[in-house]
C-alpha cells in the first residue's frame, strides 16, 4: 500500500495554529525546531490543526525518567529537558527496547520520539477512531508489541506503535504487522 498522504504535505508545527501555548526551556530555537519537527513526520498537523494542543512545555520535569506527559483535561503535554541519560542511545531490541524514543541517539532525537508519542495520548483522547483502532489491535491475538512501554495497556500500545511507525517502519512492519496496519488505518482516517 502507498501512503495517501507523504510527509511533505503536511506543515511545520507552529503556535498559535498547532498549539494555543508554546514554552521552550532549556534547548535552543534549532533544537526546538528539530523536536518539533516530529508532528510533521508523524503527520499530525492537518489533525492539529482541527484539534490543537492547549499547551505544549519543554522544560525540566522533576523526575528525570519521566520522558513526557499528557494530561487530557487541561490538552497539555510536557516534554522533559532533563531527561536521563539511560532514556535514550539504547540498543535494545525491537519488543525488548523500553521504549520506542530510547532508541533516539541524542536527546533531541528522542525528545522528538517523544512529542509523538505524547501526540499519540491527545489523539486518542480527541480522536475516537484511533480510540477504536487501539482498543482493536490491542487485543488482535497476533499483535506484537514494538517496546516493554507497549505491553503496558492499549494506550501505550497505541502510542508506542505511532512512533515506531514514524521512525522505525520497516523495523516495525516486520515485528508488528498488526500495529503498523492499525497506523495505516488512522492515518486513512485523518486524511483531509
Ligand atoms: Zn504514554
Not at 501512503?3 to 534547548?27: I, S, T
Not at 523526575?63 to 497539555?76: L, W
Not at 511507525?165 to 488512522?186: S, Y
Request: hydrophobic share 40%.
Amino acid at each position: 500500500m502507498t501512503d495517501p498522504q507523504p510527509e511533505a504535505h503536511y506543515e511545520q508545527f507552529q503556535e498559535g495554529k498547532h498549539v494555543d501555548d508554546l514554552n521552550v526551556e532549556d534547548v535552543s530555537l534549532t533544537q526546538a525546531r528539530f523536536i518539533l519537527r516530529g508532528a510533521t513526520q508523524a503527520r499530525l498537523t492537518d489533525f492539529l490543526t482541527d484539534h490543537p494542543q492547549a499547551a505544549l512545555a519543554l522544560h525540566a520535569l522533576p523526575s528525570r525518567f519521566t520522558t513526557g506527559q499528557y494530561i487530557p483535561d487541561t490538552r497539555a503535554l510536557e516534554l522533559n529537558t532533563a531527561r536521563a541519560g539511560a532514556t535514550f542511545g539504547r540498543t535494545e531490541p525491537i519488543g525488548r527496547v523500553a521504549a520506542v524514543s530510547a532508541w533516539g541517539t541524542t536527546k533531541e532525537e528522542a525528545m522528538q520520539m517523544s512529542f509523538v508519542h505524547e501526540l499519540g495520548h491527545h489523539l486518542l483522547e480527541q480522536h475516537p477512531p484511533a480510540f477504536e483502532l487501539a482498543l482493536a489491535a490491542a487485543r488482535h491475538p497476533e499483535v506484537s508489541p514494538v517496546s516493554l512501554r507497549a505491553r503496558f495497556d492499549w494506550q501505550e500500545y497505541s502510542c508506542e506503535t505511532l512512533t515506531g511507525f514514524t521512525f522505525f517502519r520497516t523495523e516495525l512492519v516486520r515485528h508488528d504487522p498488526v500495529g503498523h496496519k492499525m497506523v495505516q488505518e488512522l492515518h486513512a482516517t485523518l486524511r483531509r
